[in-house]
Each structure stands twice: as structure tokens, then as C-alpha cells.
């Protein structure tokens, strides 16, 4: 019997490549970890907060009302925000005195801690975009200055909170 020398090495770095190869295709296609930077969701999510967000949550269907997505900020590509989905295409978004309604019926928020008073005109979502707010609405900047967001902005759905581990969570809903 032989033995090949450097047969080990060549196989620790065959192992070490693929090892690379899986972790770069999962982070590019299924899962990737954002921070969260700023007050705009609290009390949801604090600032460098660390979350997990499905990539593929979308392929088949359209974000839901309540969702929390991660998008790409639609003037600065290189930039990312964490929101909650509001409305998606073809829906109407009002603010009353800070009440949101969606169609014309009060949209049920129990995740506002920091409410406003604001008010906004009836704005219709054109089909492929959705609506977000952030849950600190007096601290986001979110649809209500910059409009819907294209579908395509989409880098997924918030799935968990996974540091500081103490508040480590489910941020709800189905994948």
C-alpha cells in the first residue's frame, strides 16, 4: 500500500473551497445577517441589533401586511432599511391624526409604542410595490417621504432577531 504525499493538504483545501462555496451561496441566495442601525423600529428592534433575513421569503409570494422587510434604499443602492410592510400593490394607504388605514379601514398596529399624529393624503400602491412604515413613526423615515418601494428593492423578510441573544426571536408570520 501507498500513500500520496500532500494528498491531505489537497483535500483539507478541496474541503475548505466548497465549505466556502455553500457559505457564499447561502449568504448571496437563502439567509444573511443585516444590523439594524437607528431608532425608526424600536421597540421591535434597537439599534445594532443583528437580524436573520430569508432572501427567498418573496419568490413565490408578495410580502403580507406586518411583515418586516429589509430593502435597499431606492436613492442609495448601496444602503439598507428595515421596515414594516404596510400595503402592497394596488392597495390605498391613509394617515388620519396617526391612524393608518389601508382601504379605508383602521389598520390594527399593537406593536406602536411611539404613535404620532400625522396625517397623510390617500395614496394609492401601484402594482410590484409595497407601502412601509417604521414602528417609531416619529423617528422613520419611510413611504411617507419616499414613496412605495419596488418589489425588486426587496432583500427579504426579517425572520429573527438573533443578537443580543436575551432578545433573541421569531419576528412572526409564516416563510
Known amino acids: 500500500m501507498t500513500v500520496e504525499r500532500g494528498r491531505p493538504v489537497r483535500d483539507a483545501l478541496e474541503v475548505i473551497l466548497i465549505a466556502l462555496l455553500i457559505a457564499v ?3 448571496t441566495f437563502v439567509l444573511e ?4 442601525e437607528g431608532p425608526s423600529m424600536e421597540p421591535t428592534l434597537y439599534s445594532n441589533e443583528r437580524l436573520l433575513v430569508f432572501k427567498l421569503a418573496y419568490l413565490f409570494s408578495p410580502p403580507r401586511t406586518g411583515d418586516i ?3 435597499r434604499v431606492p436613492w442609495d443602492g448601496s444602503k439598507d432599511y428595515v421596515k414594516r410592510v404596510i400595503a402592497d400593490g394596488g392597495q390605498t394607504v391613509e394617515i388620519r391624526r396617526g391612524t393608518v388605514y389601508v382601504d379605508g379601514r383602521p389598520l390594527s ?7 404620532d399624529r400625522s396625517n397623510l393624503a390617500p395614496v394609492r400602491v ?5 407601502f412601509v412604515l ?3 413613526r416619529p423617528q422613520s423615515e419611510d413611504s411617507r417621504y419616499f414613496g412605495p418601494v419596488n418589489d425588486q428593492l ?5 425572520v429573527f432577531l438573533w443578537w443580543p441573544l436575551s432578545r433573541f426571536a421569531w419576528l412572526g408570520g409564516p416563510l
Request: hydrophobic share 45%; proline share 13%.
Open 154 to 158: 426587496i432583500e427579504g423578510k426579517a
Open 109 to 115: 398596529e399593537p406593536y406602536i409604542h411611539f404613535p
Open 33 to 36: 445577517a443585516f444590523v439594524v
Open 25 to 27: 451561496g447561502i449568504r
Open 134 to 136: 417604521g414602528d417609531n
Open 69 to 71: 422587510v429589509v430593502f
Open 126 to 130: 401601484p402594482p410590484g410595490y409595497i
